[in-house]
């Protein structure tokens, strides 16, 4: 948007815009232009084509992901003789990546955290309850949410990335007094306060280097994107510079003239501003321009102590060996297949159409359209030498239902099966046949699930230092007396006890210096008997802080075995027990057969009739029951006869 709207006002000079009131110093000016090459660097890496794209662009790529994913139907063709043909488009691409997806986010993948004391030894107190504290920030920003998007997420674009920080936002409201007048009052905006974590189109996020994989490792990243003028008035309010940031207005500078223009942009519709935020970790700098005016310190440094970027990112596949910084999406490993699929399934609904209504040709001088193909009508035709004959297609298809099932077939070995979608299977499978296939399930689940696995893992990582960053720090309540005394907070952690009942943790931070540890553990004790449920813990926020936070994932996304497996495992077994004559009939009968069937699982014994030792042997009434006859053909490999004959 800045660079057209520059290159706009270098070939409209004549008509020069209105100069802004910014006037920024020339170590702002400067700043700025360090950025804007940044940012045009960032431009060209976007914009290039690439050969793991398939020669295709960033924006390219994505829009083909989006477009598979959301079962997109292009648009007719025009031609008014096409209008009859169909235009569909099978979800077969979208109904894979949901399944994986429901299978991936089954169970929600919480970082498993170690601590270390300045002695290098682990302190599993501190190590509990920092992962208290990492469920307790999950649960007020809506973590679970945050997964399942993510996973959904990876599976259709290049890339998932997410933008996770802790802010205060506060907000002016107005309360009513009782004589009905009100009060301006300044509240913190609980909503878009504390831990806040967001997805971020991959298309917004700027990089340096395509070929660095790893987020960190980046020179620097700029996030760019439109937002609301209300929403740029509530977060930069307290900025200096923000009095010059109008809704629709950029502000440009224009080197020949050594000074900013304003300049109207239309994407900004006059209401939207354009934010821009810039880190770089060779320089130490994190800094907030919005429609061209920079509203930080030129030299403010990055707000997280850690120094590292707000930014955790995964994807589905690697394209290659871990150097490319995208990823390859499932919606475009499918969209060959997917593209296949569509163009058979629109041709065998085509070719349908045309048997069940061929199209017909008239020979003779008698006028005939198609509303006489009426039921029970009759038409009657002048010229003796009329004829009407079908035109009917000469394909074949079966052969086009065959290829059909042959390309879903290949879709399976990209995602996974139908069964695991929960949708029916053609025709029987054998036991054999569905543990292949959850087996290809697990194969592309575990390598899905590890490559989710390194997300949270880095996800982790940052939420344990914005933890240890805004957490631990008290605020200063007491300033009377000598010294000042800070007050820090307290957090309410349900948990489960060793007993498997719910009880609630409470976590305190104190500061205070403890003489006797021993007579503080029976302090503890007895707040604790007279909270019921309620386990106590103190820390030290100071000690708490300076230990080391590491953090494990391990993913475990194999699907359960599925009841379509177990009941095919079940009838084999019964089909091949039923004739042997050491096998207890009545048990298998029981749990083979019927345990196979949900309607009968609960009391199978009400479809059972007992038997006489006789009947089991396989005499009843003083006649000789035979025994399953194509099983001992199968066993022996003689004919009926010599079956019979063997059997008696």
Avoid at 183 to 194: A, C, M, R
Wanted: contains cysteine; charged residues 25%.
């Amino acid at each position: 948007m800045i660079l057209d709207l520059e290159v706009k006002f270098q070939e409209d000079s004549e008509n020069k815009p209105l100069e802004s009131e910014y006037n920024p110093t020339d170590e702002e000016k400067e700043v700025l232009e360090k950025i804007l090459f940044d940012f045009n660097t960032g431009k060209e890496i976007m914009d290039q084509s690439y050969r793991e794209f398939n020669n295709r662009t960033l924006s390219q790529y994505l829009n083909d992901s989006q477009r598979a994913f959301n079962s997109f139907v292009p648009d007719p063709s025009g031609n008014p003789d096409d209008d009859w043909k169909a235009n569909t488009v099978r979800p077969v691409t979208r109904n894979r990546i949901i399944s994986i997806a429901a299978h991936v986010t089954s169970s929600i993948l919480a970082p498993s955290i170690f601590a270390q004391n300045d002695n290098d030894e682990e302190d599993k107190a501190a190590a509990q309850v920092m992962a208290d504290l990492v469920n307790w920030a999950g649960e007020r920003s809506d973590y679970s949410k945050t997964f399942v998007y993510s996973v959904i997420a990876a599976c259709v674009n290049p890339a998932v990335i997410i933008h996770s920080e802790y802010r205060n936002v506060y907000k002016t409201i107005k309360e009513i007094n009782a004589d009905g007048t009100w009060t301006s009052k300044e509240v913190l905006d609980e909503d878009n306060s504390g831990f806040q974590d967001q997805l971020v189109p991959v298309d917004e996020i700027y990089i340096g280097d395509i070929y660095e994989n790893n987020i960190q490792k980046q020179p620097f990243l700029l996030w760019r994107r439109v937002i609301d003028y209300t929403t740029a008035q509530a977060k930069y309010k307290d900025k200096e510079n923000f009095k010059y940031v109008n809704p629709g207005i950029q502000n440009l500078f224009v080197r020949e003239y050594d000074a900013f223009y304003q300049q109207y942009d239309e994407e900004l519709q006059g209401r939207l501003v354009e934010e821009l935020i810039y880190w770089n970790k060779s320089t130490d700098s994190e800094l907030h321009i919005v429609n061209g005016v920079l509203l930080d310190d030129p030299n403010q440094p990055m707000m997280r102590k850690d120094k590292k970027y707000p930014f955790t990112k995964g994807g589905y596949e690697l394209i290659d060996e871990g150097r490319f910084f995208y990823y390859k999406s499932l919606a475009d490993k499918m969209k060959d297949d997917q593209r296949v699929i569509d163009t058979l399934y629109n041709m065998i609904i085509d070719g349908t159409y045309l048997q069940l209504m061929p199209p017909v040709v008239v020979f003779g001088s008698d006028d005939y359209d198609s509303s006489i193909i009426e039921p029970g009508s009759v038409t009657t035709f002048s010229d003796p030498n009329t004829k009407i004959n079908p035109v009917g297609p000469t394909g074949n298809l079966g052969a086009g239902f065959n290829t059909l099932d042959r390309v879903e077939a290949s879709l399976s070995e990209s995602s996974n099966d139908t069964l695991q979608s929960g949708q029916a299977a053609k025709g029987e499978q054998t036991a054999y046949e569905i543990s292949r296939l959850e087996q290809n399930a697990r194969t592309v689940l575990g390598l899905f699930g590890r490559m989710v696995g390194f997300m949270v893992k880095d996800f982790g990582d940052l939420r344990i230092n914005d933890i240890v960053q805004h957490l631990t720090v008290g605020d200063v309540s007491e300033i009377t007396g000598p010294t000042a005394r800070l007050k820090f907070r307290k957090f309410l952690v349900e948990n489960d006890s060793p007993t498997g009942e719910k009880i609630t943790k409470r976590i305190e931070l104190n500061n205070d210096q403890v003489a006797d540890p021993m007579e503080e553990s029976f302090k503890l004790l007895e707040s604790e008997s007279n909270l019921e449920r309620t386990s106590l813990v103190r820390v030290n926020p100071e000690i708490f802080s300076r230990l080391k936070f590491m953090v494990k994932v391990s993913p475990d996304f194999k699907p359960e075995e599925s009841s379509t497996l177990k009941k095919a495992l079940n009838l084999e077994a019964y089909d091949r027990a039923i004739a042997n004559p050491h096998a207890n009939q009545k048990e298998i009968f029981r749990d083979f057969l019927l345990g196979s069937y949900e309607i009968s699982k609960e009391n199978p014994d009400k479809y059972i009739q007992d038997s006489s030792p006789a009947d089991q042997a396989g005499l009843g009434g003083g006649q000789t029951k035979q025994p399953n006859q194509q099983l001992i053909r199968n066993i022996t490999g003689q004919g009926v006869g010599a079956s019979s004959k063997l059997a008696q």
